[in-house]
């Protein structure tokens, strides 16, 4: 008698009006385990994200003073006529 009532459609109307009444009891334990763990992954993404912007800007840096002392170097090179420049077109015979 058990199996015909978990036949067909009636069984499967049974297990759903049994799911909706277990969810009151079942979604507050899911969401207490849930929460903590999801805060956690936001909080580590939050510092990923801190970190990855201080490198970024850190190498920024970096490459913006790399690049200022070469052309500073290169302006000086170019002032005094020992560039690469100047000493191609001496070479050359110019």
């Known amino acids: 008698m058990l199996e015909d009532v978990f036949s067909g ?3 499967t109307a049974l297990i759903g009006v049994g799911v909706v009444l277990a969810a009151p009891t079942v979604l507050p334990a899911i969401t207490s385990v849930v929460r903590p763990l999801a805060k956690a992954v936001i909080r580590t993404s939050l510092a ?6 201080e490198a970024v800007a850190e190498t920024g840096e ?3 003073d790399l690049v200022a002392e070469v052309k500073a ?12 420049g100047a ?8």
């Open 73 to 84: 170097e290169h302006e000086a090179e170019t002032a005094s006529g020992t560039g690469r």
């Open 48 to 53: 990923l994200t801190d970190a990855v912007r």
């Open 87 to 94: 000493r191609s077109r001496r070479s050359k015979g110019e």
């Open 9 to 11: 459609w009636s069984g």
């Open 62 to 64: 970096q490459l913006s």
